[in-house]
């Protein structure tokens, strides 16, 4: 009979005691450390590598050299949503095991759901709710007009019994929601607990690699945004997608935090409504949609660069008269250290004095973006916020700003200035140095600019850059 022993685990880094703690030493988290009982299994060295040996037949069935190891080329499979076969390469690839996090009513059910549907038209398709009843699924389905022969539901939080209907269905593919939810029949901790999330989403792992069928495994995240539960269940999977809300959660973003089968560059853009999720095509059509109003101070346009998809997007700056001791900086969307060091050169080369004003920086619609090429954009707008001047509405600003003042390269600038043709603007500010190899055929007139200064003359006029 297996002798239990009693330890205490943090729910945030999976940090055992044989104590209880009020601060986990691993994290530093307080109040996370929870009682779990496990199974003590004594054994020597000698049993544990015999173990080992053993199980080397479940994955490769024996050890190869590297030059003789059989090379198989991958074959995908296409969900039928465009937006999430972008983030994952090209389609799901056989043995896959792709994570979904996101907070909670943003849509993940729903977007596994629409997956479901199309995919089951492949084959056989099990779709695991271990937090909804059958009932709730089924009518979800036909409220998003979805139906498919190949796709069987089942209700459970039991981990032999949802692999019991693996057996019996013998799915090529298969959703469970969510992670949290289900319980290991060996383990006596609660749902959800660090050591029943690692063991079932362990189990599922090794089902999916012998039988080469796809795995999507719902999960929740903290109040933080952080993956819910152990972070070696990230480190077990092949992908990990996180679903956020932009624009007033108008706009859901899926973003590849971790993907063995293609990119973690892009993002996929959806919108919810009554039937569902919908696909974001159009990214610039979207973000485009208010950037046609007459030019204000503060107001400047940039084209940032997700992966391989142009976005265009609008810098807006507040610069106002403090009534603190110390000047407040803020940035939403935008990193507020890379702001600092933007306003530190707008100070040193356009001779703007803001230590006696507060300075507020965002992102229009709510987006949080790294891209360099936002500087100038943002640079400008707030040179024109400070001196009550607008950028043209036509204009376009592109450019990484340096420490020194100088306007750097940024990549894809041709495909940056055409996305931006599109919406209509006739002119860009472009850095100099690349301006010199667009083409000529360009729909848009390129101004290369070399430093702040240059850029401030070609925006507001050469009164303003002094």
Same mark, same amino acid.
């Given at each position: 009979?297996?002798?239990? #022993? ?8 999976? +940090?055992s ?17 929870a ?5 003590a ?12 040996r ?12 590297? #030059? ?25 690839v ?11 009513g ?77 319980? +290991? ?6 749902p ?16 999916a690699?012998?039988r080469?069928?796809?795995v999507?495994?719902?999960? +929740? ?18 992908t ?25 560059d892009?993002?996929?853009?959806f919108?919810?409504?009554e039937?569902?999720l919908?696909?974001? #095509? ?8 208010e950037?046609?109003?007459? /030019? ?14 142009p ?37 040193? +080369? ?38 009550? #001047? ?11 700003v ?25 002119? /860009? ?38």
């Amino acid at each position: 009979m297996a002798r239990l #022993k009693t330890v205490h685990r943090c729910q945030q880094c999976g +940090h055992s005691a044989s104590k209880p703690m009020g601060q986990c030493p691993g994290c530093g988290e307080w109040n996370t450390m929870a009682e779990e009982v496990v199974e003590a299994r004594p054994g020597s060295l000698t049993e544990s590598v015999a173990e080992a040996r053993g199980s080397l037949t479940s994955f490769s069935s024996a050890v190869v050299a590297l #030059k003789d190891a059989r090379e198989e080329a991958e074959t995908r499979t296409p969900v039928g949503l465009p937006e999430l076969d972008r983030l994952l390469g090209g389609g799901v690839v056989p043995g896959q095991v792709v994570l979904l996090a996101g907070p909670p009513g943003i849509g993940k059910s729903t977007l596994m759901l629409q997956a479901a549907a199309r995919l089951a038209a492949r084959g056989p398709f099990l779709y695991a709710s271990g937090e909804e009843s059958l009932r709730q699924v089924s009518s979800r389905a036909k409220r998003l007009g979805l139906s498919a022969e190949s796709l069987y539901l089942v209700s459970e939080t039991s981990l032999a019994k949802i692999l019991a209907a693996v057996e019996q269905v013998k799915p090529w593919a298969m959703v469970l929601d969510s992670v949290q939810t289900v319980t +290991h029949p060996q383990l006596t901790s609660s749902p959800g607990s660090v050591g029943q999330v690692r063991e079932c989403a362990a189990e599922l792992v090794r089902a999916a690699k012998a039988r080469d069928s796809v795995v999507f495994l719902l999960g +929740h995240v903290t109040k933080d945004g952080a993956l819910a539960g152990p972070k070696v269940l990230e480190h077990i999977v092949d992908t990990v997608l996180y679903f956020d809300t932009e624009n007033h959660d108008l706009l859901r973003v899926l973003r590849a935090q971790k993907n063995r089968f293609g990119p973690t560059d892009e993002i996929g853009l959806f919108e919810m409504g009554e039937g569902g999720l919908s696909e974001v #095509k159009d990214a610039t059509a979207f973000f485009a949609a208010e950037l046609g109003r007459s /030019a204000a101070p503060g107001r400047a346009v940039s084209v940032a660069l997700e992966g391989s998809r142009p976005v265009l997007v609008e810098a807006q700056a507040l610069v106002v008269p403090t009534r603190y001791p110390l000047p407040r900086r803020m940035a939403t969307g935008l990193d507020l250290n890379r702001v600092l060091v933007l306003l530190a050169a707008m100070e040193r +080369h356009l001779g703007l004095r803001l230590e006696d004003r507060d300075c507020f920086v965002s992102l229009a619609g709510g987006l949080r973006l790294k891209d360099p090429a936002l500087d100038l954009a943002a640079g400008l707008a707030v040179a024109g916020s400070a001196r009550d #001047k607008a950028v043209p509405a036509d204009l376009v600003l592109l450019g990484e700003v340096g420490l020194l003042g100088e306007i750097g390269r940024v990549p894809r600038l041709e495909a940056r200035l055409k996305e931006a043709a599109k919406a209509g603007f006739k002119r /860009a500010l472009v850095p100099a140095r690349g301006a010199k190899d667009l083409p000529k055929s360009l729909p848009i007139k390129a101004i290369g600019v070399a430093d702040l200064r240059a850029a401030a003359e070609a925006a507001f006029g050469s009164d303003e850059a002094e």
